[in-house]
């Protein structure tokens, strides 16, 4: 089975444009979904999490995950430890999970995915992008939190320009009725060329 990897900046819709993967019959796998999953379950990420942040990482065994945000957005390097403790183990998860699935591709979508060299175990990559300001207003929206908060997570990504020139193709994310054609001629182009 064919590997497409998924990704895109905060607030481009790759959660969006994953689930209309998966409404075609695609198996979607979403990798922060199952980080977050892991971080919550696994004894040995914990361990490893408490070690590098404190006790206080962890609220009623869950990962305080504002806690972390706000040490990690500032310090590139515990963002990278933090990083080697979690992806190997979604890594493994990935590779038990692919061996279950049916279909000529799978999705991976990843926020990532070209940061930590993801890309490069896919078979093609798709870029979700979107307008600044609208990328920048829609996590306003959806997580609360003040304008500057999302320009602070959005310095830690690669730009759209950087993931661009890596990716294999690009759908545009500003219509849902725009992005849902894109993304069925993207499904036909794939089954195509898997076919």
């Keep these: 089975m064919k590997i497409v990897g998924l990704t895109g900046g905060i607030g481009s819709g790759k959660s969006t444009v994953a ?8 198996p979607v796998y979403i990798a922060d979904k199952e980080a977050r ?45 933090l990083n080697e403790i979690i992806h190997p183990k979604v890594a493994a998860h990935f590779a038990r999970w692919i ?22 175990k896919c078979d093609k990559t798709i870029l979700v ?29 690669w730009s759209d320009k950087e993931k661009s020139a890596l990716s294999d193709l690009i759908i545009e994310n500003i219509s849902l009725e725009q992005t849902a054609k894109e993304v069925r001629s993207t499904h036909n182009y794939l089954l195509n060329l898997y076919a």
């Design 19 to 26: 689930n209309m993967f998966a409404e075609l019959g695609v």
């Design 37 to 81: 999953r892991l971080t919550n379950t696994s004894k040995i990420i914990r361990k490893k999490v408490e070690k590098l942040f404190g006790a206080q990482a962890y609220v009623d065994d869950k990962l305080d995950r504002e806690f972390i945000a706000s040490i990690v957005f500032k310090d590139a390097d515990k963002l990278a430890q």
């Design 99 to 120: 061996k279950k699935q049916e279909g000529l591709y799978c999705i991976k979508e990843a926020a990532i995915l070209f940061e930590n060299g993801g890309y490069k």
């Design 129 to 157: 992008t979107a307008p600044k300001q609208e990328r920048i207003r829609r996590v306003m929206e959806r997580d609360a939190v003040s304008r500057e908060s999302v320009e602070s997570r959005m310095q830690h990504q």
